[in-house]
């Protein structure tokens, strides 16, 4: 009987998932359905081949062909963009065709899911999984199918595997974690975006201070979007009984860059680690390879990320940053919580949040501009033109009741910096009818002040 409910239950969540990819795009269902497929039966095959040189085929057989699919619908433009301009500096005039074709919803996280999964078969850690109905929900778990976070085998797959059932006290933290990532992007992320956009998108005759407020709220938005997302999609995982891997450990409070990579996406950056940091060698070859490897996995990291050359050097950046720690040993000196039982930070610690906070935003800047021209222009703005003026859009009225909200944000991510989300306890010891007040506001703030731009600023997933 247990075993019929089970099946029942991944039954309908996978029929959610298919249903839910569906309603993105349709035409991308046979896509996720063909990579499923192909790593089920390449898993398999993996585990039942004593010989090495088999192993090894199937592995790269499903590798190729899902680093292929990638490559064709998010990267193939890019790189025939990228040899035709570089052969137009030589003084070659060539023409390639492009590829007019849409770039289906979460492929980068659903092939990585895959990946992992044949990966971690081939280096004996996990054995394949025969049901191809739990296999298939692992992939497309429709709360993380579309950005994350990027789960492992080791760890969901066990909880696909086994019964599960209705927890009422999971489900209200679900909830209330879905409510706080809904607060995050309906609330700050769009609000920010509608000035960051237009900051960005007409940088040309804008004072520094506008650009450098341009740039802050690019860098809320950025993380209010995705962070937002993954409480989203962490919440509604728990009421389903399913607790997937923690995607940010509030970053912006980070003392040093290495902390800040230790805090932020912080699924994509263990699967790097896992599975293209130590194959390479990680930091065993000594320093320089240490160095190599590290730019290495920061470099694809950015063009994960996106298609264009802007993510590679938001990358190369974030890898110069954290080279000081690398090279004198420091990467793991703030393994902490910063203050941790304390109200307010050191005058020390304060200042290195920050200095890591200014760091990562000029970063982003790279990540949002249009072209590298553009993100050097931007930066050169900020510095030489009337840096210390009133912001231009920080007088009108309306942007006002926003960074009010986005500073009562900052407050509440830091008094709840110790917990898994900002207000996992926040009013715990409240009475129940002040709670609920708190609960009210959010939602009433998400009526008043929800964003006209409203987008999902990881489209390139």
Same mark, same amino acid.
């Given at each position: 009987?247990?075993? !019929?409910q089970?099946?029942?239950?991944?039954?309908?969540?996978?029929?959610?998932?298919?249903?839910?990819?569906?309603?993105?795009?349709?035409?991308?269902?046979?896509?996720?359905?063909?990579?499923?497929?192909?790593?089920?039966?390449?898993?398999?095959?993996?585990?039942?081949?004593?010989? /090495? %040189?088999?192993?090894?085929?199937?592995?790269?057989?499903?590798?190729?062909?899902?680093?292929?699919?990638?490559?064709?619908?998010?990267?193939?433009?890019?790189?025939?963009?990228?040899?035709?301009?570089?052969?137009?500096?030589? !003084?070659?005039?060539?023409h390639?065709?492009?590829?007019?074709?849409?770039?289906?919803?979460?492929?980068?996280?659903?092939?990585?899911?895959?990946?992992?999964?044949?990966i971690?078969?081939?280096?004996?850690?996990?054995?394949?999984?025969?049901? &191809?109905?739990?296999?298939?929900?692992?992939?497309?778990?429709?709360?993380?199918?579309?950005?994350?976070?990027?789960?492992?085998?080791?760890?969901?797959?066990?909880?696909?595997?086994?019964k599960?059932?209705?927890?009422?006290?999971?489900a209200?933290?679900?909830?209330?974690?879905?409510?706080?990532?809904?607060?995050?992007?309906?609330?700050?992320?769009?609000?920010?975006?509608?000035?960051?956009?237009?900051i &960005?998108?007409?940088s040309?005759?804008?004072?520094g201070?506008?650009?450098?407020?341009?740039?802050?709220?690019?860098?809320?938005?950025?993380?209010?979007?995705? %962070?937002?997302?993954?409480?989203?999609?962490?919440?509604?995982?728990?009421?389903?009984?399913?607790?997937?891997?923690?995607?940010?450990?509030?970053?912006?409070?980070?003392?040093?860059?290495?902390?800040?990579?230790?805090?932020?996406?912080?699924?994509?950056?263990?699967?790097?680690?896992?599975?293209?940091?130590?194959?390479?060698?990680?930091?065993?070859?000594?320093m320089?390879?240490?160095?190599?490897?590290?730019?290495?996995?920061?470099?694809?990291?950015g063009?994960?990320?996106?298609?264009?050359?802007?993510?590679?050097?938001?990358?190369?950046?974030?890898?110069?940053?954290?080279?000081?720690?690398?090279?004198? !040993?420091?990467?793991?000196?703030?393994?902490?919580?910063?203050?941790?039982?304390?109200?307010?930070?050191?005058?020390?610690?304060? &200042?290195?949040?920050?200095?890591?906070? !200014?760091?990562?935003?000029?970063?982003?800047?790279?990540?949002?501009?249009?072209?590298?021209?553009?993100?050097?222009?931007?930066?050169?703005?900020?510095?030489?033109?009337? /840096?210390?003026?009133?912001?231009?859009?920080?007088?009108?009225?309306?942007?006002?009741?926003?960074?009010?909200?986005?500073?009562? &944000?900052?407050?509440?991510?830091?008094?709840?910096?110790?917990?898994?989300?900002?207000?996992?306890?926040?009013?715990?010891?409240?009475?129940?009818?002040?709670?609920?007040?708190?609960?009210?506001?959010?939602?009433?703030?998400?009526?008043?002040?929800?964003?006209?731009?409203?987008?999902?600023?990881?489209?390139?997933?």
């Amino acid at each position: 009987m247990a075993k !019929g409910q089970l099946r029942l239950q991944n039954i309908l969540l996978l029929v959610s998932s298919y249903f839910f990819y569906a309603c993105w795009d349709w035409r991308f269902m046979f896509l996720l359905i063909f990579s499923t497929v192909l790593d089920y039966y390449t898993g398999i095959k993996i585990h039942e081949n004593s010989k /090495l %040189s088999r192993k090894k085929f199937w592995l790269w057989l499903s590798i190729g062909i899902n680093l292929g699919f990638l490559c064709v619908f998010k990267y193939y433009n890019f790189f025939t963009d990228s040899f035709a301009n570089g052969l137009s500096l030589l !003084g070659f005039n060539v023409h390639l065709g492009s590829l007019q074709i849409l770039l289906p919803v979460g492929i980068s996280f659903y092939t990585f899911h895959g990946l992992s999964y044949v990966i971690d078969i081939y280096k004996n850690r996990i054995e394949p999984e025969r049901d &191809f109905v739990e296999y298939s929900v692992f992939v497309s778990f429709f709360p993380l199918l579309v950005a994350g976070p990027i789960e492992r085998a080791t760890h969901l797959l066990p909880q696909i595997s086994k019964k599960r059932e209705f927890n009422y006290s999971n489900a209200v933290d679900g909830l209330r974690q879905i409510l706080w990532g809904l607060f995050k992007k309906i609330v700050i992320a769009d609000n920010c975006a509608e000035y960051a956009n237009t900051i &960005f998108n007409n940088s040309a005759g804008l004072s520094g201070s506008t650009l450098l407020l341009g740039a802050i709220l690019f860098s809320f938005q950025i993380y209010c979007d995705f %962070s937002g997302y993954s409480d989203i999609a962490l919440g509604t995982a728990r009421l389903f009984g399913i607790e997937l891997l923690r995607n940010f450990a509030f970053p912006y409070f980070s003392r040093d860059i290495a902390e800040f990579w230790r805090r932020w996406h912080i699924s994509l950056s263990s699967w790097f680690k896992d599975y293209l940091y130590f194959p390479l060698g990680g930091s065993k070859g000594g320093m320089l390879m240490t160095i190599r490897n590290t730019f290495i996995i920061f470099i694809v990291s950015g063009f994960w990320h996106g298609a264009n050359w802007t993510f590679v050097a938001w990358g190369f950046l974030n890898a110069l940053y954290i080279m000081p720690s690398i090279i004198f !040993g420091t990467n793991r000196k703030n393994l902490d919580i910063v203050a941790k039982g304390k109200y307010l930070p050191t005058l020390k610690e304060f &200042f290195s949040i920050c200095l890591t906070f !200014g760091l990562t935003v000029l970063a982003w800047i790279f990540f949002r501009a249009s072209s590298i021209a553009h993100a050097f222009t931007y930066i050169s703005g900020i510095f030489s033109k009337s /840096l210390f003026k009133i912001p231009q859009f920080a007088g009108r009225s309306e942007a006002i009741p926003i960074m009010i909200m986005t500073v009562i &944000f900052i407050i509440i991510e830091w008094f709840g910096r110790e917990q898994q989300y900002a207000i996992a306890k926040l009013g715990a010891k409240w009475n129940r009818p002040l709670r609920w007040l708190m609960y009210y506001c959010l939602i009433l703030a998400m009526y008043f002040f929800a964003g006209s731009e409203q987008q999902f600023i990881y489209f390139q997933f």
